[in-house]
């Protein structure tokens, strides 16, 4: 990577919700261009509010993010440096978040046209091609409430590159699907980390983590207790914590 600028960097990140409730400590990280970071870990250890923290959907207590090279500083940031801080960002939630009265292709259109005042033939246009590569091309101009769980969540991932954000976070993408309808949508993001997409993914799909990332993060209790290839935090993890983690997950 040498000198290369990275995607993300956040840097003595802390977020409480009073005295008593510490989510994150101290969290540093970088993520560099094209990279795929896999987030680990036992329910409640923060692994959302980390993703939701970079976008300032839940805003830091204290510490410095930076995303495509804007710094934003949770303890005197202005609303003009958040609204430029998530242009660099998009989110792709549990529970899909499309409009029920728009279509999906109306849906995947609707911030090029609303966010980045496209008109919109070029708005329809990019929005076609997006919906094509995640393969809901032929489903368009179908409702959300004519389209299965993994069909809705594809139209909020093509919703989410629409912008044409520095990075990409996933917020468990599978949890809120059929067993049956995880693989699509897994395919589709494993098909946008083969492009070079960087994303940081929050998952408890083990086997999906190992094949996708090249790095994961183990967090617990609210810090990043491993970050390594998952070679080393899932095959081969000498942290005792993600031992028991793991041994967990799989029986």
């Known amino acids: 990577m040498g000198t290369e600028t990275p995607m ?74 958040v609204i430029e801080l998530r242009k660099h960002s998009s989110m792709v939630f549990q529970g899909y978040n499309l409009f029920k009265n728009k279509t999906a292709l109306e849906n995947v259109m609707e911030a090029l046209i609303q966010v980045q005042k496209k008109p919109k033939a070029e708005a329809e246009k990019i929005s076609l091609d997006l919906l094509k590569r995640v393969g809901m091309l032929e489903r368009k101009d179908f409702y959300p409430s004519k389209l299965s769980g993994g069909q809705q969540q594809r139209v909020g991932i093509a919703r989410a590159l629409a912008v044409n954000p520095n990075v990409l976070l996933f917020d468990e993408p599978t949890s809120a699907l059929d067993p049956e309808l995880v693989g699509e ?62 041994n967990f997950i799989k029986k």
């Open 185 to 246: 949508v897994l395919n589709t993001i494993k098909s946008l980390a083969e492009e070079g997409t960087t994303m940081l993914l929050v998952t408890h799909e083990i086997g999906f983590a190992r094949e996708v990332a090249t790095r994961v993060l183990f967090m617990d209790g609210g810090r990043i207790a491993a970050d390594g290839t998952p070679e080393e935090i899932i095959d081969h993890p000498e942290n005792e914590r993600v031992r028991q983690f793991l």
């Open 8 to 81: 993300v960097k956040v840097e003595h990140l802390y977020k409480e919700f009073d005295t008593e409730t510490k989510v994150l400590k101290d969290i540093n990280l970088t993520v560099n261009k094209n990279e795929v970071i896999a987030i680990l870990g036992p329910s409640g250890t923060g692994k959302s509010t980390l993703l939701r923290c970079l976008n300032y959907l839940t805003v830091p207590t204290k510490g410095i993010i930076e995303i495509g090279g804007l710094r934003v500083d949770a303890e005197k940031h202005t609303k003009k440096e």
